[in-house]
């Protein structure tokens, strides 16, 4: 696909390509910017984990109904440790930020390839 001008927006996750047909009439396609996207992936998650986590210190009632209506009505609550250390907190928001950050990649890389 032959491409006239590669336009890129810093502020955005996306690159935009103007492709110029016969008919003098431009088709945008979107790509988005595997590391921007990747980043805000991770920043997403990683605040729903602290969110869940307070949520869990300031309102334990809430957060098993929360959690158990995230998987249908199942007792999923009963399964967690009583108690959650600090290490423990960060150990997994690591995992989960470097978990959502590789997702956010591969997303973003097989999103731009499958756009062409």
Not at 86 to 101: D, K, Q, S
């Amino acid at each position: 696909m032959p491409f006239d001008k590669l336009r890129v927006n810093q502020r955005s996750f996306f690159y935009t390509r103007v492709v110029h047909r016969q008919v003098n009439f431009a088709i945008i396609i979107g790509m988005l910017k595997k590391a921007a996207f990747a980043k805000a992936l991770t920043l997403a998650c990683g605040l729903f984990y602290l969110f869940v986590y307070l949520l869990n210190l300031l309102a334990p009632s809430i957060f098993k109904l929360f959690l158990n209506a995230q998987f249908f009505g199942a007792d999923i609550a009963s399964v967690l440790p009583a108690q959650l250390t600090f290490i423990g907190f960060l150990r997994t928001l690591v995992v989960i930020m470097a978990t959502g950050w590789i997702f956010g990649y591969l997303w973003a890389a097989l999103y731009n390839r499958f756009q062409k």
